[in-house]
């Protein structure tokens, strides 16, 4: 498999650690949404990363997307979003909350970064950001200190939408140490995971 992405979009890192965990070998193209609008654009006509392109040339498009076949492929019996049922629906729940808590620090970003300074609106950065840390700050509180994961007594699909939320967030000046302080310590002891180690930025 072909993974086009940088992994320092939590999107594609999303899918980084996915493959990781399942121990499914593959290679990665560095390519960034706006760096390489050309070359992304040839496999994503949207121009966004992440994009997988499969053994057999089909490609997927869109981290949840992606993430769906992996979990569906290679999950057996215990995929990181659970096939069916109450256990399913919690887990997609937080992933929900935390990709869009990732949309929201992205819009913040994308701002002040594509517009010239005169231009930027002040109001609607805080805005995001307010949604950001609002829907950090619910999984956080569903945060067990005492447990290595969110749900499950196991990793899934929830602690990994976590985690890169929450890295997001501290590259956005969020100080989840003192904002969201179980939801850090949470991302802290997945760091010692090799899926979460080995696809660091
Ligand atoms: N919903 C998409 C979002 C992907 C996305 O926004 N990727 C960003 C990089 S972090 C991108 O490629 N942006 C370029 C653009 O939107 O033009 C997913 O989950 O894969």
Redesign the pocket.
């Known amino acids: 498999m072909l993974l086009i ?2 992994n ?5 890192r ?2 980084a650690i996915t493959l990781k965990h399942y121990g499914l070998p593959y290679e990665q193209r560095d390519l ?3 760096g390489n ?1 050309a070359d ?1 654009r040839a496999v ?1 006509p ?5 994009a997988l392109v499969l053994d057999d040339g089909e490609t997927l ?6 993430v769906d076949h992996l979990d569906q492929t290679y999950g057996g019996s215990q995929p990181l979003t659970p096939a069916s049922g109450t256990d399913r629906r919690a887990v997609l729940k937080v992933a929900a909350l935390m ?1 869009g808590a ?2 929201k620090g ?1 819009h913040a970003a ?1 701002e002040r970064n594509h517009h010239p300074p005169e231009k930027v609106h002040q109001p609607w950065i805080d805005d995001c950001l307010a949604q950001m840390r609002t829907a950090l700050s619910a999984v956080d509180g569903m945060v067990e200190p005492s447990q290595p994961y969110l749900l499950l007594g196991r990793l899934t699909q929830a602690d990994i939408a976590a985690f890169i939320a929450e890295r997001l967030a501290r590259g956005l000046k969020i100080d989840t140490a003192a904002e969201m302080p179980r939801l850090h310590a949470l991302a802290k002891g997945l760091l010692q995971k090799t899926a979460f180690t080995s696809t660091e930025p």
């Open positions: 992405g940088v320092r979009s939590p999107y594609t999303r899918v960034s949404g706006f609008r992304v994503n949207l121009g966004r990363i992440p498009l869109d981290s949840a997307a992606i990709m990732c949309d992205l994308y």
